[in-house]
């Protein structure tokens, strides 16, 4: 977790680029999404920005 502005997010992240779950920040910010709690969420980031993607799209189309 991040402590102060200028500390580095650790936890879990999905890599888009090699589409599995790492530990830290080993990959450039532009391939990762996250941070997660676990391992398990990060494997199931696709499933989860998919399920976001549709929920912000339901309120957006409720506000028209």
Do not use: C
């Amino acid at each position: 977790k991040q402590n102060d502005e200028h500390e580095p997010v650790q936890g879990w992240w999905f890599n888009l680029r090699k589409m599995r779950a790492e530990y830290g920040l080993k990959s450039p910010a532009i391939y990762r999404v996250g941070p997660f709690e676990s391992e398990a969420e990060a494997n199931q980031a696709l499933e989860t920005l998919k399920k976001r993607s549709e929920l912000w799209a339901e309120e957006e189309a409720a506000e028209d």
